[in-house]
C-alpha cells in the first residue's frame, strides 16, 4: 500500500489527510505541534474574546476514526528526495508520495531586529504574547503619574491594514471602550490611542474601494485612526517612527503589533536545495498546475507554501480556503494517479473575502456582492463557525460569542507569561 506522508497539520495538510479517509494509501502526517490551530481567530485569543483551547484541536483526537493515517510528533528539518525520506530531529521517515503544508510566519521586510518590539500573530504563544501585552499595558498606566507615560502606555499600533489588522484593530477598540469600562479608577481605557498603520492608499487594498471606506469608518466608531501612505522606518521599545508624505513621523507607544506581511517556513528554502525549485520573493516554492515541485512528480507542495497562479495569472492569497482546496485536491491527484489517470489542474473556487470590524460590524465580498454591517457580521459568524474543525470547538466558541455580544465581557483577559515586563529586550 502507497506511502503518503505530510509535514504540517494546518488546513493543507490535515484536509489533504481527511480527504485520503477511504483512499488505499497510508498516511502519517508529521506536526512538531500536536494540535491543528484555526488561525482566523488568533485575534480573538490575542484580545481576550476566546482562550487558547477554543481555537485548536488535538489532530490526534480529530483523526481517531481515520485508521489509515498516523500522527507523527516530530519537526521536519531536511527532505532527502533522492531516497525519498524526511529527516526528523530524532528521526527519518520514508515516504512514496510527499505532502508539504508547513505555512507561512510574519516578516519583518529586512528588519528582524523589530520582532522583539512588534509580534506577529500566528501562533498560539504569539496571541498570548499580544493579549499579555496588551493587558498590561492598562496595567502600567493606571500606575503612572506622568501624563506623557500613561499616554504612551494607553497607544497601540497596529502595524498592516489587511483582514488581521482590520480584525485585530476593532476588536481593540471594543475592548478599550465597553469591556474595560470600568474596571479601573485612575485611568480611563477609552481615551486609548489605537493607530492602524497601512502602506498603500486605503486599508484592505484586496477588497474592493467601496468596502474598505465602510471598514475605515467603522474603525472610526470605535476610536481607532487609520493612517494610509506610511510606512515603518523604525521600531524601538518604547517608540515608532512612520513615514509618510515626506514626513516622519515619532510617536510614544509600548504596544506595536506587527500584521503587515509574510513570509514561508524555512522549509521552502530546503526544498529549494533538494529540488532546484525556484522560489518567489517571499520564500513560497513556484509549483506546477498540479501542485507538484517541477521535476517531482512524488512531492507536492500546498498552501501558504506554494506559489500557485489561477486562471488570471495572478498567485493565490494566503488564506485557509486556498489551503483547505489544495488539501482536498491533491488527494484526488493521488487517487488519479492509483487509477492511471492524468488529474486536471488545481482550480481555486473564490467564494469571496470577509472581515470583521466591531460589534456586528463587518465586510464582505461575496460573488461580486458587496455588503456590510449586521448581515455581513452574521455571515462572518456562520462560515467561520462551520469551519472549526471539531464540534465541541463550535459548542464552545458559540456560547463564548454569545455570551460576550450580550454582557461585552471578555472572560479570557489573562496576563500569562513574564509578569516583570510588557516587553521582551531583544
Request: with cysteine; proline share 6%; hydrophobic share 45%.
Amino acid at each position: 500500500m502507497s506511502h503518503v506522508v505530510i509535514i504540517g497539520g494546518g488546513f493543507g495538510g490535515l484536509y489533504a489527510a481527511r480527504s485520503l479517509k477511504y483512499a488505499p494509501v497510508q498516511v502519517t502526517l508529521i506536526d512538531r505541534r500536536n494540535f491543528h490551530l484555526f488561525q482566523p481567530l488568533l485575534y480573538q485569543v490575542a484580545t481576550g474574546w476566546l482562550s487558547p483551547a477554543d481555537i485548536a484541536s488535538p489532530l490526534r483526537a480529530v483523526l481517531k476514526r481515520q485508521r489509515n493515517v498516523h500522527v507523527l510528533l516530530a519537526e521536519a528539518t531536511d527532505i532527502d528526495t533522492t531516497n525519498r525520506r524526511v529527516l526528523l530531529k530524532d528521526g527519518e521517515v520514508a515516504y512514496e508520495t510527499l505532502i508539504v503544508a508547513t505555512g507561512a510566519r510574519h516578516h519583518y521586510f529586512g528588519h528582524a531586529q523589530w520582532e522583539p518590539f512588534a509580534p506577529g500573530l500566528k501562533t498560539i504563544e504569539d496571541a498570548t504574547e499580544i493579549r499579555r501585552r496588551i493587558l498590561l499595558a492598562f496595567e502600567a498606566a493606571e500606575r503612572e503619574s506622568d501624563p506623557e507615560r500613561v499616554r504612551s502606555w494607553l497607544t497601540f499600533v497596529i502595524v498592516g491594514g489587511g483582514p488581521t489588522g482590520v480584525e485585530l484593530a476593532g476588536t481593540l477598540g471594543e475592548l478599550t471602550k465597553d469591556t474595560l469600562r470600568y474596571n479601573f479608577r485612575h485611568i480611563n481605557p477609552a481615551e486609548s490611542r489605537i493607530l492602524l498603520v497601512e502602506g498603500t492608499d486605503r486599508i484592505l487594498p484586496a477588497y474592493p474601494a467601496d468596502l474598505s471606506a465602510k471598514a475605515t469608518a467603522a474603525l472610526a466608531r470605535l476610536g481607532v485612526s487609520v493612517r494610509t501612505g506610511a510606512t515603518v522606518t523604525d521600531v524601538q521599545a518604547e517608540a515608532v517612527t512612520l513615514r509618510g508624505d515626506k514626513q516622519s513621523e515619532h510617536i510614544a507607544t509600548r504596544t506595536v503589533v506587527w500584521a503587515a506581511g509574510v513570509q514561508a517556513s524555512p522549509l521552502g528554502r530546503i526544498l529549494a536545495t533538494a529540488t532546484g525549485a525556484e522560489l518567489d520573493r517571499v520564500g513560497r516554492v513556484m509549483v506546477a498546475p498540479d501542485l507538484r515541485v517541477p521535476g517531482h512528480p512524488d512531492l507536492f507542495v500546498i498552501g501558504d507554501l506554494a506559489h500557485y497562479r489561477n486562471q488570471h495569472g495572478q498567485p493565490l492569497p494566503g488564506v485557509a480556503p486556498v489551503a483547505m482546496q489544495q488539501g482536498h485536491y491533491v488527494a484526488e491527484v493521488i487517487r488519479h494517479r492509483l487509477r492511471g489517470q492524468p488529474p486536471p489542474p488545481f482550480q481555486y473556487h473564490d467564494r469571496g473575502n470577509m472581515a470583521i470590524v466591531g460589534r456586528a460590524e463587518a465586510v464582505a465580498d461575496i460573488q461580486g456582492w458587496h455588503f456590510s454591517g449586521l448581515l455581513a457580521w452574521l455571515a462572518w459568524l456562520f462560515i467561520h463557525l462551520i469551519h472549526l474543525v471539531e464540534f465541541e470547538n463550535r459548542l464552545l466558541v458559540v456560547i463564548q460569542w454569545a455570551w460576550n455580544y450580550c454582557t461585552r465581557n471578555r472572560g479570557a483577559r489573562l496576563i500569562t507569561g513574564e509578569p516583570s515586563s510588557p516587553r521582551k529586550s531583544p
